[in-house]
């Protein structure tokens, strides 16, 4: 099982500013990572796959990086709407696996 | 565009089983594009990968759940179902319908997420 490991587990951040989110795989993953979006009281919304591609409809503010083991999930210019928790995927190998999430908060 | 929704009890009691359905509108769920994920959430916790199964009829499994857990399709009703034996307190949470894209061109076309069935084990 590949273990995957997220940091922070909470960011603080202001309103305009930008915030860096990393996930970090036991293994190499050939670039078969996703980034979601949860609110509170609804189901994850697919941010981005294959490492940095942007789902549809979710704004360009909104970025992927990394390669192997150490991804990144840049959020520039943020916005009210986008205090929520963020959770990375890898669907390189079965079994699927998450990251424990990190909570990105006002500041 | 597929759209997915939860259907099942609400409150299980300890040792019985639980039994979930997702139905798939939108779109025929024996395509090879996608996986048919179910996906669980504990009271205040992160997500829990429980299974996959693919139209051929492969199926992937947790491995701490896999003896309890049995995914099927019925493609006569659109439907994806999903069985956990001998359920306890641990099993209580929501549990979610989701794809993921069996390649990498299909994943712009995944529908979104089941809202989600809130499950309570409980006697």
């Known amino acids: 099982e590949i273990l995957m490991t997220q940091s922070p587990d909470t960011l603080s951040v202001s309103p305009g500013e930008r915030a860096t989110l990393s996930c970090r795989a036991g293994?190499?993953?050939?670039?078969?990572l996703a980034w979601y979006q949860q609110k509170p009281g609804q189901a994850p919304r697919l941010l981005i796959y294959?490492?940095?591609t942007r789902a549809p409809g979710i704004p360009a503010k909104f970025s992927g990086s990394g390669s192997g083991t150490d991804f990144t999930l840049t959020i520039s210019g943020l916005q009210s709407e986008d205090f929520a928790v963020y959770y990375c995927?890898?669907?390189?190998?079965?079994?699927?696996?998450f990251g424990q999430g990190t909570r990105l908060d006002f500041k | 565009q597929l759209q997915l929704q939860e259907s099942g009890p609400g409150l299980v009691k300890p040792s019985e089983t639980l039994s979930l359905t997702c139905t798939v509108a939108?779109?025929?769920?024996?395509?090879?594009?996608?996986?048919w994920d179910w996906i669980r959430q504990p009271p205040g916790k992160g997500l829990e990968w429980v299974g996959s199964i693919y139209y051929d009829g492969s199926t992937y499994h947790n491995s701490s759940l896999k003896s309890r857990v049995t995914i099927s399709v019925d493609t006569s009703k659109n439907q994806l179902s999903l069985k956990l034996t001998s359920v306890t307190a641990a099993d209580t949470g929501v549990y979610y319908c989701?794809?993921?894209?069996?390649?990498?061109?299909?994943?712009?076309?995944?529908?979104?997420w089941g809202q989600g069935t809130r499950v309570t084990v409980s006697s």
């Open positions: 995927q890898q669907y390189n190998k079965w079994p699927i696996t």
């Open positions: 294959q490492t940095s």
């Open positions: 293994q190499s993953l050939s670039n078969n």
């Open positions: 989701a794809t993921h894209g069996a390649y990498d061109v299909v994943w712009g076309s995944s529908p979104d």
């Open positions: 939108g779109g025929s769920i024996n395509t090879d594009k996608f996986y």
